[in-house]
């Protein structure tokens, strides 16, 4: 059993091989609703038009929500699976922008697999949660050390606005120190 201490300096040690200033500008940016809605409208449209919206967004976890309506539902009344999977990949995909961005020299990221699982339909507004920040930094400090292609992998899960679980993700993302830095 790990030590709550050890743990807490094992991660800040971690933290600082990385821009702080640059981490907590990314997080700024995510939580400020018209920034985020910004920089969607420029590198994702769709997440723009289907309104994503982070709701929390920290060096270890990330949760992004996305509205239920006409934007996002299927023919049958619930919220299609593509735009639950579209929030889920934003939940686990902004801890390795994020951490991307505050490294040292330059990482590129690549989603490299994507599994999902279905609970039950999804009506109204879900939550996608990401709890993969130390995965992410021990991947991009491997990659950082060696310039070999590092994976790491995100278990994301959605739930309605009753809480209940409705579907369950695994996205695995390639990361590797560019040659160009």
């Given at each position: 059993?790990t030590n709550p201490?050890?743990?807490?300096?094992?991660?800040?040690?971690?933290?600082?091989?990385?821009?702080?200033?640059?981490?907590?500008?990314?997080?700024?940016?995510?939580?400020?609703?018209?920034?985020?809605?910004?920089?969607?409208?420029?590198?994702?449209?769709?997440?723009?038009?289907?309104?994503?919206?982070?709701?929390?967004?920290?060096?270890?976890?990330?949760?992004?929500?996305?509205?239920?309506?006409?934007?996002?539902?299927?023919?049958?009344?619930?919220?299609?699976?593509?735009?639950?999977?579209?929030?889920?990949?934003?939940?686990?995909?902004?801890?390795?922008?994020?951490?991307?961005?505050?490294?040292?020299?330059?990482?590129?990221?690549?989603?490299?697999?994507?599994?999902?699982?279905?609970?039950?339909?999804?009506?109204?507004?879900?939550?996608?949660?990401?709890?993969?920040?130390?995965?992410?930094?021990k991947a991009i400090?491997?990659?950082?050390?060696?310039?070999?292609?590092?994976?790491?992998?995100?278990?994301?899960?959605?739930?309605?606005?009753?809480?209940?679980?409705?579907?369950?993700?695994?996205?695995?993302?390639?990361?590797?120190?560019?040659?160009?830095?």
């Amino acid at each position: 059993m790990t030590n709550p201490q050890q743990n807490h300096d094992q991660v800040q040690d971690q933290l600082e091989l990385f821009n702080q200033q640059s981490l907590q500008q990314s997080i700024k940016y995510m939580q400020r609703p018209i920034l985020f809605r910004l920089m969607t409208y420029r590198i994702l449209p769709l997440g723009a038009f289907a309104r994503l919206r982070v709701d929390h967004a920290s060096h270890e976890e990330c949760t992004v929500s996305i509205p239920g309506g006409w934007a996002t539902r299927n023919p049958f009344g619930s919220t299609y699976w593509a735009a639950q999977g579209m929030a889920a990949e934003a939940a686990s995909g902004l801890l390795p922008f994020m951490y991307c961005r505050a490294a040292p020299h330059k990482v590129n990221m690549i989603l490299a697999s994507c599994e999902a699982k279905f609970i039950r339909q999804c009506r109204g507004r879900s939550t996608f949660s990401c709890e993969g920040g130390e995965s992410t930094r021990k991947a991009i400090i491997a990659t950082l050390e060696t310039g070999e292609r590092e994976l790491c992998t995100h278990k994301v899960i959605g739930r309605d606005t009753a809480g209940e679980i409705v579907s369950e993700w695994t996205f695995t993302w390639s990361l590797k120190r560019s040659s160009k830095s």
